[in-house]
């Protein structure tokens, strides 16, 4: 089993709509989560972090987090084209490691 | 204030050889991670560092190597060159402090290298 799962797609949604991308994770003492967009040839860029159970809202973007059922999603509101990209879910297991540790990604095309 | 800075952009070596790839910091972080990205695999942790120190390890053979100088600038080198290596590796800076939650990595550009 991979340590970080994630539908790799590609997801297409409709200009305007919401995307929801989903994460899931084995190691249940997982202390912080993170979110990167990355653009076809360039580098990932950080788009959320949450590390609470919950949800964490910036702007468009909604992390979710479920610590009990060991997923994490992303929802993307009023998709727009720009949000075209593959979305990378990331997990570090203790505070204090700065081992991050990806999953696949996700591929995200937003239709107009 | 100056992103993550990485140098070469691009590489192209031959089998065997050796390369070394550079990687500055966000002035303030001490904390430098290198990860490996390629088509099949993803994004893998090489290693970290943290003042100098070689702090966290990924599972990488000990061609791969790194290290971390006084003001946080770190260096990742490969020895005897394969073709699986060729990759695009990612430099990340932090501010590393341990205990901090919010210790959010931020990504260079990244070096393609290609092994022919």
């Known amino acids: 089993q991979k340590e970080v799962e994630q539908n790799s797609g590609p997801l297409s949604v409709p200009e305007g709509a919401i995307a929801s991308l989903n994460c899931t994770y084995s190691d249940r003492g997982s202390q912080s989560f993170f979110w990167y967009r990355q653009y076809s040839g360039k580098s990932p860029e950080l788009i959320m972090f949450i590390y609470s159970n919950g949800d964490k809202e910036d702007g468009r973007f909604t992390a979710q987090l479920n610590k009990a059922s060991q997923y994490v999603s992303l929802l993307i509101r009023d998709s727009q084209p720009s949000d075209s990209a593959t979305y990378l879910c990331?997990?570090?297991?203790?505070?204090?490691?700065?081992?991050?540790?990806f999953g696949t990604g996700t591929r995200l095309t937003i239709i107009p | 204030k100056a992103g993550v800075t990485q140098t070469p952009r691009y590489l192209i070596k031959t089998r065997g050889q050796q390369v070394t790839l550079s990687c500055s910091p966000i002035s303030g972080h001490r904390s430098v991670s290198w990860y490996q990205q390629t088509p099949g695999q993803g994004l893998q942790f090489l290693f970290e560092?943290?003042?100098?120190?070689?702090?966290n390890k990924g599972n990488f053979p000990g061609r791969f190597s790194g290290r971390q100088f006084s003001n946080s600038r770190s260096e990742m080198n490969v020895s005897t060159l394969e073709l699986g290596d060729s990759a695009l590796y990612l430099c990340a800076s932090s501010l590393g402090e341990a205990g901090g939650p919010q210790n959010i990595q931020y990504f260079g550009a990244g070096t393609r290298l290609s092994v022919l």
């Open positions: 560092y943290f003042s100098e120190t070689q702090r």
């Open positions: 990331a997990v570090i297991s203790n505070f204090g490691n700065e081992k991050l540790t």
